[in-house]
Nanobody, 116 residues
Framework: QAQLVESGGGLVQAGGSLRLSCAAS????????MGWFRQTPGKERDVVAT????????YYADSVKGRFIIFGDHAKSTVHLQMNSLKPEDTAVYYC?????????WGQGTQVTVSS
């Protein structure tokens, strides 16, 4: 059974950095895209950044461009999100996801809180 396990969330002051990690297991994720989404109470879950495990191509939401870096290990089906210059508005629950076509898997989420 496919499983995504996240780690690395926590509390940080504005301007600080955090790294989130996600390890996928339980099936072959070859050809999948993996990424990070975030959600705050009462709002929809929005994409933060994604990376193709096929060719390494990346996508970033405008709000995080130049501050966040997504990178992964295709062989290990892991993905990391390096978050720099964090802002209070980055506070959210961050979810790891792996998706391909109609298939999508989610992690349990990890809280990131940025204090001002």
């Amino acid at each position: 059974q496919a499983q995504l396990v996240e780690s690395g969330g926590g509390l940080v002051q504005a301007g600080g950095s955090l790294r989130l990690s996600c390890a996928a297991s339980g099936r072959t994720f070859s050809g999948y895209t993996m990424g990070w989404f975030r959600q705050t109470p009462g709002k929809e879950r929005d994409v933060v950044a994604t990376i193709s495990l096929n060719d390494g191509s990346t996508y970033y939401a405008d709000s995080v461009k130049g501050r966040f870096i997504i990178f992964g290990d295709h062989a290990k089906s892991t993905v990391h999100l390096q978050m720099n210059s964090l802002k209070p508005e980055d506070t959210a629950v961050y979810y790891c996801s792996a998706f391909q076509g109609g298939a999508r898997y989610w992690g349990q989420g990890t809280q990131v809180t940025v204090s001002s």
